[in-house]
């Protein structure tokens, strides 16, 4: 029987204008929470301040009621677990990263991005499509400092470096996926020693999305299959937190007619460009490729 307390969630990033594959991805968090009688949350991701921008997001709501969706709680209606623009919510995310850094679960990283390419090692090829990003080779890990740049650390401020949350290496991570079924990582295998804080002072993606689905009660991620790996850090980060982690959907990706997948560049399928030329939100909702 389908739970009555299903919270679901739509959390679009306004870094430019929502296109066809979010939308399908998105429909399918609908359903399922229509389905299970549940709630569905707005969420606006807007931590990335330099490619977010005002005008996304009044596109982004507008966008989204066009297609047919409808939520109970987010930024324009509000609710119990207000504020839903994550920008809004740094407190939240400071507080969660300090108990980390007070467990002793996560260490600061100088490496440059160039740093990381070049000493990364491939990911392990698993059935996952290889990781998402470089596996660190862990060179900032405190026992590969010498003694004094151990301890010139110790000093670091929270700000002007990342801060990598610790895997433990070899450990077999597993979730049941409600749409792939049973799903394994190896940690220090399919991913490495992975970035909670970036330099610029605000949280990554894998902080934030988690604090939030857990204060906000979310009882299932619906999302596309590029997050699968991240997945397998969130359920670390949920441990480390003393939180309940929900269920996780996800959905295949759209791709174009190369088998790419979509991204925002593909402003052909946007929902502005679509609705632009006569396309109905029934139509585009029956569609399927
Ligand atoms: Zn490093």
Known sequence: MPSPAYRGRLAPSPTGYLHLGHARTFWT????????????VLRNEDLDGARCRPEYV????????WFGFDWQEGPDCGGPHAPYDQSARLE???AAFERLRAAGLVYPCACSRRDIA????APHEN??????????????????LDAAERDRRTAWPRAGHSWRFRVTDRERIQF?????GPQSAVAGETFG????????????????????DAAMGITEVVRGADLL????RQLLLYRALGLDAPQFHHCPLMLDEHGRRLAKRHDALSLRALRAAGRTPESLRAERR
Request: negative net charge; proline residues 4%.
């Open 29 to 40: 968090a609908q359903l399922r929470a229509r389905a299970a009688g549940g709630a569905l």
């Open 58 to 65: 009044a596109a982004m709501l507008e966008d989204l009621r």
């Open 92 to 94: 939240l995310y400071r």
């Open 118 to 121: 070049e000493s990364a090692a």
């Open 127 to 144: 059935g996952l499509g290889g990781g998402d990003e470089p596996l660190y080779s862990g060179r900032c890990r405190p026992e590969n």
């Open 176 to 180: 049941t996926d409600t749409a792939l």
């Open 193 to 212: 020693d992975f970035v909670v804080w970036r330099r610029e002072d605000l949280p990554s993606y894998q902080l934030a999305v988690t604090v939030d």
């Open 229 to 232: 790996v991240s997945t397998f």
